[in-house]
């Protein structure tokens, strides 16, 4: 029995020892989230730490805590940072392309008029968007700018149609693109008191999370239940590009990788990137990978803004950029 008591004082002694040492050098806790913010007429982002120094405007939240924020200018996000320039050319998306949690000189529109000098790049991003957003985009531009003749659609795994079934699924993913913690027990909340236990469900939770969002990329690709939907998906793009066509604009689809491997260093998501380049070809889509780019990569990490957000950080859309200005020479 004395054996036993000492074992135990031993191990609490321990943990005690761990709380207290994380507690001194660990800023983490638990339930920081990424955080949508708005100053003004500006919105941004914010996060509990500062990686690498990447954001300048440091706040306090609501709770007195520090955060580190990122305000975007949309207004030279959609027309472009260099209006003065004679030529001009689009790109739509999603948030990757808008460039959530990205400074102005990060984005894809400053990196890609960066280095085709003659050209103004307006940025038709919008966070949330998928490809019915993306065929809007591309009607208003033709309507707005008919001078333009290139527009780039940066493809995101996520902006496909999904059915019901798939589409509820992705109500309890992480998506590979924002964490998001669950705080719905009430005995979740005293154990999470603890930095030991914090540390433990925050690899558990995200080893799960991460699982389930693979299965759920595949069943958007591959599986029975989303085949109208990818049936659907690859019909609005061929509408895209009939479109462009007919007002002798060539749309380049570019197809944007999520910003994760595992720890073999595989890709988890290439062969749903085969099933979208087959498509486009058998449809006659133009279609380019921008995952060669990150191919020679054992990790994807360097290249997201945040832990907390798996959104392409500078770096990343450096990568992006150069690709495509390697692939793609515009029409004029």
């Given at each position: 029995m004395k054996?036993?008591?000492l074992a135990i004082l031993s191990v609490t002694l321990t943990l005690l020892a761990c709380e207290m040492a994380l507690s001194?050098?660990?800023?983490?806790r638990h339930d920081d989230e990424k955080l949508w913010v708005r100053k003004g007429d500006r919105w941004g982002n914010c996060y509990p730490s500062n990686p690498g120094n990447y954001f300048d405007v440091i706040?306090?939240?609501?709770?007195?805590r520090t955060v580190y924020c990122v305000y975007y200018d949309e207004q030279r996000r959609r027309e472009g940072y260099f209006?003065?320039?004679?030529?001009?050319?689009?790109?739509?998306?999603?948030?990757?392309?808008?460039?959530?949690g990205v400074k102005e000189e990060g984005t894809l529109g400053y990196l890609l008029a960066t280095r085709w000098k003659e050209y103004n790049v307006i940025n038709r991003g919008k966070p949330g968007a998928d490809v019915t957003y993306a065929r809007a985009a591309v009607k208003a531009i033709l309507e707005q700018r008919p001078c333009i003749r290139d527009v780039i659609y940066f493809f995101n795994l996520n902006?496909?149609?999904?059915?019901?079934?798939?589409?509820?699924?992705?109500?309890?993913?992480?998506?590979?693109?924002?964490v998001r913690w669950k705080r719905d027990s009430f005995f979740r909340k005293i154990l999470a008191k603890s930095r030991i236990y914090r540390m433990w469900e925050r690899y558990v939770v995200?080893?799960?999370?991460?699982?389930?969002?693979i299965e759920n990329y595949k069943d958007v690709y591959s599986a029975e239940k989303n085949q109208f939907g990818l049936d659907?998906?690859?019909?609005?793009?061929?509408e895209m590009n009939r479109l462009c066509r007919k007002n002798n604009v060539t749309l380049h689809i570019v197809i944007y990788p999520l910003?994760?491997?595992?720890?073999?260093?595989?890709?988890?998501?290439?062969a749903a990137h085969k099933t979208i380049l087959s498509t486009c070809r058998q449809r006659g889509i133009g279609c380019l990978d921008a995952y060669e780019a990150f191919k020679n990569d054992y990790s994807m990490k360097p290249y997201i803004v945040h832990e907390l957000d798996y959104h392409p950080n500078a770096r990343a859309n450096e990568k992006v950029a150069s690709f495509v200005v390697a692939n793609i020479k515009p029409s004029f």
């Open positions: 054996n036993i008591l001194y050098f660990s800023e983490f706040e306090k939240s609501r709770t007195g209006p003065n320039r004679e030529k001009e050319l689009a790109i739509i998306g999603d948030s990757f392309v808008f460039g959530e902006d496909a149609i999904l059915s019901r079934e798939v589409s509820t699924e992705q109500e309890r993913i992480i998506d590979l693109q924002n995200l080893q799960r999370e991460t699982r389930l969002t659907e998906t690859f019909r609005i793009l061929e910003l994760y491997k595992d720890l073999k260093g595989q890709y988890p998501f290439a």
